[in-house]
Every structure is written in C-alpha cells, then in structure tokens.
C-alpha cells in the first residue's frame, strides 16, 4: 500500500485572514544544559489542515466531540476541479465516486484551486455525504464563507480544510483524518492521510 500524507507542517502552515498564526515555543533545549527537549506551541483550532464543526457557524450545532469517527475514516473520492464547482459539477463527482463504491462518495476531496458554490453545497448537502474536504482554508468564496458552510454544516457535513493533494491522483483511498479530541470545540487540526491499498 502507498501512503500519501495530505496535511500541512503545523508552524508553516496556511493561515485564514485574521486568525492567530501558530506559535512554538521552546521550554527546555539540551544544547543550553537542560535535561531534556520540551517544545510548547499555541494555535488556533483552524490553522493549517482542520476540521470545521457544524457549532462553528451554528451556535447549537454538533462539536468536534460530538462527531463519530467513522465520519473521518473511510474510503473516499478525489475529484479534480478548479475555478467555481457547479451543482452539475458536484452530481458528477459524486456519480463518479457511487460507479467505484458508494461509500467513496460519502466523504469527497476536492483536489485544485476550487470554490464550491451554494449549488454545490446544496448537492453534497441533499445527497447525505459526511465529509468534504478542500484545498483552500475555507469552503465556499472567501469574501463570503457563511452560506456554503451552513448549507453543509446544517447537513452535518463535516468539513475538511486546507489539505494538499498536489501528489495525489483522482480516484478512491482510504482517508483517515481524525481531528484532536478537543472538547466541545467547533473546530481542530488534523493529520490526514490517504491510503492507496493498490499499491
């Protein structure tokens, strides 16, 4: 089997406009005398690769917490798209995923430099998938967020951001991509891979 690693290095990472940029600091070194190495780092729960939460734009909304595992563990889709993803975009990717096996088109990865559109988000929304994940740090149109992430998050669609797949072909993996167990929070980072069992 081959492996693909499709996170971002935690302190190099992309960071969304506004938010607080990781921070690593070092509490003991050996090369000044100390006994041991101790690194401590602050961050925000939506740097780099991540999951976004429903409670992140709904206040009553499911936490990271809340979510079972097997929304992040499972077979999966990559589809490649840049520019706007249609709602006739999205029902191919999705026919496209079913045709290898229905459970690829419950958790989709969108390789490329790609804005899904309300439309779209209404397809993946209508049609029960528990996972989206994007290459960009927020789902939908940057300048406006909001909509695309309601209509999925309003559908427990959890979303997967900031992930890299410039390495990985379209096709099915196996995707394991669990977000840090951080109580009641509406987002964490997360190490995700994908594994090509065929290799």
């Known amino acids: 089997?081959?492996?693909?690693?499709?996170?971002?290095?935690?302190f190099s990472c992309k960071v969304y406009t506004g938010d607080p940029a990781p921070k690593k600091e070092i509490i003991c070194s050996i090369n000044n005398g100390?006994?041991?190495?101790?690194?401590?780092?602050?961050?925000?729960?939506?740097?780099?690769?991540?999951?976004?939460?429903?409670?992140?734009?709904?206040?009553?909304?499911?936490?990271?917490?809340?979510?079972?595992l097997n929304r992040f563990i499972g077979m999966s889709y990559v589809a490649e798209h840049?520019?706007?993803?249609?709602?006739?975009?999205?029902?191919?990717?999705?026919?496209?995923?079913?045709?290898?096996?229905?459970?690829?088109?419950k958790r989709i990865l969108l390789k490329g430099d790609c804005t899904v559109s309300a439309q779209a988000a209404t397809v993946f929304?209508?049609?029960?998938?528990?996972l989206?994940?994007?290459?960009?740090?927020?789902?939908?149109?940057?300048?406006t967020p909001m909509e695309v992430h309601k209509i999925l998050l309003t559908a427990e669609a959890v979303l997967l951001e900031g992930i890299r797949l410039s390495n990985v072909n379209t096709g099915a993996y196996f995707l394991s991509a669990q977000p840090l167990p951080l109580g009641?929070?509406?987002?964490?980072?997360?190490?995700?891979?994908?594994?090509?069992?065929?290799?």
């Open 125 to 130: 929304a209508n049609n029960g998938i528990w």
């Open 132 to 143: 989206l994940g994007v290459e960009s740090q927020t789902v939908g149109p940057t300048e």
């Open 82 to 105: 840049n520019g706007i993803l249609s709602g006739a975009d999205a029902q191919e990717i999705l026919a496209n995923a079913n045709l290898i096996n229905p459970d690829c088109a």
């Open 1 to 10: 089997m081959k492996i693909y690693d499709i996170s971002q290095e935690v």
């Open 34 to 68: 100390d006994l041991y190495n101790l690194t401590a780092f602050s961050m925000c729960a939506h740097n780099g690769t991540h999951i976004d939460a429903p409670s992140h734009f709904l206040n009553n909304g499911k936490t990271v917490t809340d979510i079972p």
């Open 184 to 199: 009641n929070s509406d987002g964490a980072p997360t190490r995700a891979v994908l594994i090509d069992f065929n290799n």
